[in-house]
Nanobody, 122 residues
Framework: VQLQAFGGGLVQAGGSLRLSCAASGPLFSTYGVGWFRQAPGKEREFVTAISWFGGNTYYADSVKGRFTISRDNAKNTVYLQMNSLKPEDTAVYYC????????????????WGQGTQVTVSS
């Protein structure tokens, strides 16, 4: 599975962005997908995840109520809608996939996209 994340950019605090994670390769629809982010000088952290069929979603407390993950298996794409963005959301955002159940643990993910930069100005 190859992943490509895009849709990042520069936005003012309170604004919105939608990230996309496009996948190529077989069986993507059977994989759980997670979004992680990494700010300069910090470890990569969990943001959100979605089960292979989209029925289960999970969010970090820091983004709950502001971010929404969804997927369109027909398009092999997972989306991350980010609203009410804050300067502390500034980071490189990565999507990743894993078989089996979704996880908060980045070490359980098998395939990673290249990341897309999100910068939120105050």
């Amino acid at each position: 599975v190859q992943l490509q994340a895009f849709g990042g950019g520069l936005v003012q605090a309170g604004g919105s962005l939608r990230l996309s994670c496009a996948a190529s390769g077989p069986l993507f629809s059977t994989y759980g997908v997670g979004w992680f982010r990494q700010a300069p000088g910090k470890e990569r952290e969990f943001v959100t995840a979605i089960s292979w069929f989209g029925g289960n979603t999970y969010y970090a407390d820091s983004v709950k109520g502001r971010f929404t993950i969804s997927r369109d298996n027909a398009k092999n794409t997972v989306y991350l809608q980010m609203n009410s963005l804050k300067p502390e959301d500034t980071a490189v955002y990565y999507c990743a996939t894993k078989g089996g159940r979704s996880s908060y643990n980045k070490n359980e993910y098998d395939y990673w996209g290249q990341g897309t930069q999100v910068t939120v100005s105050s």
